[in-house]
C-alpha cells in the first residue's frame, strides 16, 4: 500500500491505485483539515489523480534547474548577484551537465560602476578545474551591459545579465577541451620530478 501525504491528511491507495475505503474523494466531504487530493478518473482501467498530476507538474518546473552550476569569483560583486538572482542563461541544463561531466567550474570575473553618466555592468568567464588550480582562458565569454540611469543601484542590478551574456558567449565545448589539455600538461608537468 502506498501513501500520500497533503496537508494534513494522509491518504493511502491499495495497490492497484484506488484509494483505501477509509478515504472520501468527494471534496465535499472532507473537513477544513483535509486536503482532497483531487477527482479520481478512470481512464481505461486507469486511475488518474488529477490534482496529483498539476502537483507534480508544478514540482517539475521548481526543478527546472536541478544540475547545479560550479562557479568560483573573488568578486563581492559578482557573489552578491548571484546569490540573490542565481543563473538565467540560455540551455542552462545542457551547459551545466557539460561542466559536470567535464569536472569544470566557471571561473567568473566582473564589477558594476558608474562612468560618463551611465550604469555599466562586465563580466568575463572562463573555465577551471573544480579541484585544482588549472583553467583556461581561452573560448571565455565576456559581456557589457549598459543603462542611462546613473546609479550604483541600477549598475549592480545589471550584473546579472553582464554574467549571463558571457555565459551565452562561452564556447563551452572548446574551453572543456582546453581545460583537458592544460590538465594533460599541468598533469605531465609535475609527474617529471
Not at 514540482?59 to 568560483?72: K, L
Not at 583553467?135 to 542590478?157: H, L
Not at 550584473?159 to 564556447?171: D, H, W
Amino acid at each position: 500500500m502506498g501513501g500520500l501525504l497533503t496537508g494534513e491528511t494522509k491518504l493511502h491507495f491499495i495497490s492497484d491505485g484506488r484509494p483505501s475505503k477509509n478515504v472520501s474523494t468527494n471534496p465535499a466531504s472532507c473537513s477544513k483539515k483535509q486536503t482532497p487530493v483531487g477527482l479520481i478518473v478512470k481512464n481505461r482501467g486507469l486511475v488518474v489523480l488529477k490534482k496529483l498530476v498539476i502537483c507534480s507538474a508544478i514540482f517539475a518546473s521548481f526543478q527546472a534547474h536541478a544540475c547545479n552550476v560550479s562557479y568560483s569569483t573573488s568578486s563581492n560583486v559578482i557573489s552578491n548577484a548571484l546569490s540573490t538572482n542565481g543563473f538565467d542563461f540560455a540551455n542552462y541544463d545542457v551547459v551545466c551537465e557539460k561542466l559536470n561531466r567535464a569536472n569544470a567550474a566557471l571561473e567568473i570575473t566582473g564589477q558594476a560602476t558608474v562612468l560618463h553618466g551611465k550604469s555599466i555592468a562586465w563580466a568575463s568567464v572562463s573555465l577551471k578545474d573544480r579541484n585544482t588550480s588549472v583553467f583556461t582562458d581561452e573560448f571565455a565569454g565576456s559581456n557589457t551591459v549598459a543603462n542611462p540611469e546613473p546609479s550604483m543601484d541600477t549598475a549592480n542590478n545589471l550584473v546579472n545579465q553582464a554574467i549571463n551574456g558571457a555565459i551565452e558567449r562561452l564556447g563551452i565545448d572548446q574551453a572543456i577541451q582546453s581545460l583537458n589539455e592544460n590538465r594533460r600538461k599541468a598533469k605531465a608537468a609535475y609527474s617529471r620530478g
